[in-house]
């Protein structure tokens, strides 16, 4: 075993006074004095120098570790985060130098490491002391949706997109993750209608203050809860509680979850080259998920869903931009520049005047209502398209047409098997008798 230089120099100093005292030389007192140690200490030295000899006068807080890492391993750590995974966090390098790299050090350790060679930055200090909320206790109690505008494609800096995320408060569980160029309306329902789709109506959603989600008259106040956006008219229909965050703080774990998505998302799309946002979104709903869910979810504290079956709803006339509009003149409507010419319609001379609901639906196309009844169906650029036929369901027996006739006579129905004489048709003449 090797030694460091002044550790020798310091036993052999040890081994020379110590001897001097046992020849009688010096006195114990004064070699206490020469080697600067208290008396009992010089004894405990002796007895270890007569047990062990010379090895007994090393200080052992000055050994090399049994358990120190082997300084091949902790290069090739240092090597693999320079080399191909620089800018990662530490806790999402560790993760895949074990996983892809069979690293066998402690995290504590290659933290410390990274940190001492200048690669990872040490952490700042935590602000003022908050009380943690505690979180919901069902799954599906309360959803957490947010958008972070990013340049999550690190290999296409100049873009920028906005990753909508929707992630479950009491298992911490991500249920949606895409990338959209913006965070709009319309990537907010098509966010919801997969979630409730795959898992049910939840209890509660809570968003930030987004033109999208509230209307706010002044700006920082309270939200207007009667004058509904898209979004809050969705929600209302299906249900479901929509809650606002007044601060970021309220919102810390949404704010967390994309503080982590950024930390790792970039990272691993660069990783695996993926440059366009449709192989980003794929590789985020096919395996980057799954990932993320073994690593942080944890189970509710009530295993009850509280997650409602959607059943025989039918989300695309509520996940929809909906609006009311007046039939013009020429018996069209507009609606965001798309001119929606009607067809005439049977029974009615003309529409116009007429109150209509116009609904531009996630895939683009519109259609237009009045009450239950559908007066049209066009594409995207306000071309109309063929009407769907739905036959009307079968009437139940209950549901039928009275038949006062067949009820008050049941016997009409019977077929005659006898033949009817035929009867006389015209005046009845009088006949003549002879006297």
């Not at 402690?106 to 935590?126: C, D, M, T």
């Not at 299906?238 to 982590?260: C, D, F, K, M, V």
């Not at 039918?314 to 409507?333: A, K, M, Q, S, W």
Request: proline content about 7%; some cysteine; overall charge positive.
């Amino acid at each position: 075993m090797l030694y460091p230089e002044a550790a020798v120099e310091r036993a052999m100093k040890r081994q020379e006074v110590i001897c001097r005292a046992l020849a009688g030389t010096l006195t114990w007192l004064q070699a206490a004095d020469i080697l600067g140690i208290d008396p009992r200490s010089l004894r405990r030295w002796r007895a270890r120098y007569q047990a062990d000899g010379v090895l007994g006068l090393y200080d052992r807080r000055q050994l090399p570790s049994p358990r120190k890492a082997p300084i091949v391993e902790v290069q090739h750590a240092l090597r693999l985060y320079r080399e191909r995974y620089r800018g990662w966090n530490v806790r999402h390098f560790y993760r895949f130098a074990r996983r892809d790299h069979a690293l066998r050090l402690s995290y504590s350790f290659v933290k410390l490491a990274l940190q001492e060679a200048g690669l990872v930055r040490k952490g700042r200090a935590r602000g003022c002391h908050r009380r943690r909320r505690e979180p919901r206790a069902c799954f599906g109690e309360l959803l957490h949706l947010d958008g972070s505008p990013h340049a999550w494609l690190a290999l296409c800096p100049t873009e920028r997109q906005n990753m909508i995320t929707i992630i479950d408060d009491a298992t911490k569980r991500l249920l949606y993750a895409q990338l959209w160029p913006t965070e709009t309306a319309e990537a907010v329902m098509t966010a919801l209608r997969t979630v409730i789709q795959t898992h049910g109506l939840p209890m509660a959603l809570y968003t930030d203050r987004a033109g999208w989600a509230f209307h706010t008259p002044t700006a920082g106040g309270r939200v207007d809860l009667q004058h509904l956006t898209q979004v809050g008219r969705a929600l209302a229909q299906l249900g479901i509680e929509h809650i606002p965050a007044y601060s970021p703080q309220a919102r810390g774990r949404g704010e967390r979850l994309n503080r982590t998505l950024q930390g790792r998302v970039v990272n691993e799309l660069q990783l695996y080259a993926l440059t366009t946002t449709e192989a980003a979104n794929v590789y985020l709903r096919e395996h980057f998920i799954a990932t993320y869910d073994e690593e942080f979810t944890h189970p509710p504290a009530d295993p009850t869903s509280a997650f409602v079956p959607l059943g025989a709803v039918d989300l695309d006339p509520i996940l929809c931009h909906e609006e009311t509009r007046t039939v013009g003149h020429d018996n069209t409507v507009t609606l965001e520049g798309v001119v929606l010419q009607l067809a005439k319609q049977p029974g009615r001379r003309s529409c116009v005047g007429l109150r209509l609901t116009v609904r531009r639906h996630l895939d683009g196309q519109h259609t237009l209502w009045h009450g239950t009844r559908c007066f049209g169906q066009y594409d995207a650029q306000g071309r109309p398209l063929p009407a769907l036929q739905r036959e009307p369901p079968p009437r139940a027996a209950s549901q039928r047409p009275y038949n006062r006739r067949s009820r008050s006579r049941p016997y009409r129905g019977i077929p005659r098997n006898r033949p009817q004489p035929r009867r006389r048709r015209g005046p009845r003449l009088p006949v003549y008798t002879p006297a």
